[in-house]
Nanobody, 126 residues
Framework: QGQLVESGGGLVQAGDSLSLSCEASGRTFSSRVIGWFRQAPGNEREFVAAIKWNSGRTSNADSVKGRFTISRDSAKNTVYLQMNSLKPEDTAVYYC???????????????????WGQGTQVTVSS
C-alpha cells in the first residue's frame, strides 16, 4: 500500500511561512484524496486541507483560508502544504493522510482516511 512521509516542520516565528511535504512511497497518489490534519496537545485531530489528486480540486478549513494552500506535484508524487502568516495557534503536529476515492467528495474527518504519515511538528512562537 505504500507509505506517506511528511517533512518540512520546524520552529518559526509568528508571521513566518513554512512549507510541508507529503511524499508517497511504494504507491502513487492516483485516485486518492490527500488530506492534511493537525493535532495540538490536548486537542482532537482537526482537518486543515484536502486535495483530489486527479482533478486538483481543494478544500480548506475556515481557520486557514487565505493563509494555507494545498497543492500537488505529479512528477514528484508529492503533496505540499504552504503555510503563510503563521500564528501561535497553528502550533501542532501536522499529518498527511490518504484515502482511495472515485468521487468528487473531499473528506474532512480523520476516520474517513485510512493511510497516515508519522507527522511533523510545527511550532510557531509569538
Amino acid at each position: 500500500q505504500g507509505q506517506l512521509v511528511e517533512s518540512g516542520g520546524g520552529l518559526v516565528q509568528a508571521g513566518d511561512s513554512l512549507s510541508l511535504s507529503c511524499e508517497a512511497s511504494g504507491r502513487t497518489f492516483s485516485s486518492r484524496v490527500i488530506g492534511w490534519f493537525r493535532q495540538a496537545p490536548g486537542n482532537e485531530r482537526e482537518f486543515v486541507a484536502a486535495i483530489k489528486w486527479n482533478s486538483g480540486r481543494t478544500s480548506n478549513a475556515d481557520s486557514v483560508k487565505g493563509r494555507f494552500t494545498i497543492s500537488r506535484d505529479s512528477a514528484k508524487n508529492t503533496v505540499y502544504l504552504q503555510m503563510n502568516s503563521l500564528k501561535p495557534e497553528d502550533t501542532a503536529v501536522y499529518y498527511c493522510a490518504a484515502v482511495d476515492s472515485y468521487t468528487t467528495y473531499l473528506p474532512r474527518s480523520p476516520p474517513e482516511y485510512n493511510y497516515w504519515g508519522q507527522g511533523t511538528q510545527v511550532t510557531v512562537s509569538s
